[in-house]
Nanobody, 115 residues
């Protein structure tokens, strides 16, 4: 499985950005997908997860109510809609997947939120 990320960039506090992650191959429909982020000088942080069918999602408390994870299995695409952005959301964001562990990772996308 190869994951290619797009989106992100620079936004203002209170604004919105969207991340996308497109998977290669034909296993996407069977895999749970997650988003992680790593801020400068900090450890990798789990952000959100969605199950293979898209019916179950979960979020870190830090983003709950502001971020929405979704997927389009017909297009092998995972998305993260980020609203009400805060400067502390600044980080490199990664999509990830795998059967038992997060074995496959996207290349990372920088998100910078200015105050």
């Amino acid at each position: 499985v190869q994951l290619a990320q797009s989106g992100g960039g620079t936004g203002q506090a209170g604004g919105s950005l969207r991340l996308s992650c497109t998977a290669s191959g034909n296993m996407f429909n069977y895999l749970n997908m997650g988003w992680f982020r790593q801020a400068p000088g900090k450890e990798l942080e789990w952000v959100s997860v969605i199950n293979s069918g898209g019916g179950t999602t979960n979020y870190a408390d830090s983003v709950k109510g502001r971020f929405t994870i979704s997927r389009d299995n017909a297009k092998n695409t995972l998305s993260l809609q980020m609203n009400s952005l805060k400067p502390e959301d600044t980080a490199v964001y990664y999509c990830a997947t795998g059967w038992a562990l997060y074995k496959y990772w996207g290349q990372g996308t920088q998100v910078t939120v200015s105050s």
